[in-house]
Nanobody, 121 residues
């Protein structure tokens, strides 16, 4: 069973920083993309940032210049450095991975359980 385990959420004042980390279990044979989504109360889950195995990144306009995504392919981990936090960044942040369990297996999407980030004004 594939598991994505997140850590690093918490309560922080506006302007502060946090670092989220996510580790994928070894049962994933290969991961093509890893990233983060977030969901605020009453809203849909939206992309925050994603990074491919080759290091290409994509992020939401609202976080550009403040959030930095990085990845360790050897360890199957992805991190999100969050700076200059704003109250509107408050949400549950979900780790995401797209990968295969076997060399010829299908690509599937996997999700972590979510970690709460709360930014006070």
């Amino acid at each position: 069973q594939v598991q994505l385990v997140e850590s690093g959420g918490g309560l922080v004042q506006a302007g502060g920083s946090l670092r989220l980390s996510c580790a994928a279990s070894r049962s994933i044979f290969s991961i093509s993309a890893m990233g983060w989504y977030r969901q605020a109360p009453g809203k849909q889950r939206d992309l925050v940032a994603v990074i491919t195995s080759s290091g290409m990144t994509n992020s939401a306009d609202s976080v550009k210049g403040r959030f930095t995504i990085s990845r360790d392919n050897a360890k199957n981990t992805v991190s999100l450095q969050i700076n200059s936090l704003k109250p509107e960044d408050t949400a549950v942040y979900y780790c995401y991975a797209r990968g295969r369990l076997t060399p010829l297996g299908t690509l599937n999407d996997y999700w972590g359980q979510g970690t709460q980030v709360t930014v006070s004004s």
